[in-house]
Nanobody, 115 residues
Framework: QVQLVESGGGLVQAGGSLRLSCVAS????????MGWYRQAPGKQRELVAT???????NYADSVKGRFTISRSSAKNTVYLQMNSLKPEDTAVYYC?????????WGQGTQVTVSS
């Protein structure tokens, strides 16, 4: 069973930065793509950013220019660098990995941005 473990969430003031990490129990090269999603209270889970094994990263319009997704195959880790954070970025952030038709999720990490 694939395990994805997120870390790096916390409380930050508006304009601040956080870096989320997602460590996979298997080689991230075995996945078609990995990504980050988020879910705010009372809202549906939404895509934040994805990075395929081949190709370029994709970002939600709301985070373009502020967030950067990257990966380290050596560490089996995917990162989400979040800069210029806004209160509306407050949510639980989930790591996601997709292999063929199977999708795996982490347990989530809370990000809270105060105004």
């Amino acid at each position: 069973q694939v395990q994805l473990v997120e870390s790096g969430g916390g409380l930050v003031q508006a304009g601040g930065s956080l870096r989320l990490s997602c460590v996979a129990s298997e080689s991230i090269s075995s996945f078609n793509a990995m990504g980050w999603y988020r879910q705010a209270p009372g809202k549906q889970r939404e895509l934040v950013a994805t990075i395929p094994i081949v190709g370029t990263a994709n970002y939600a319009d709301s985070v373009k220019g502020r967030f950067t997704i990257s990966r380290s195959s050596a560490k089996n880790t995917v990162y989400l660098q979040m800069n210029s954070l806004k209160p509306e970025d407050t949510a639980v952030y989930y790591c996601n990995a997709r292999r063929e038709l199977i999708t795996y999720w982490g347990q989530g990490t809370q990000v809270t941005v105060s105004s």
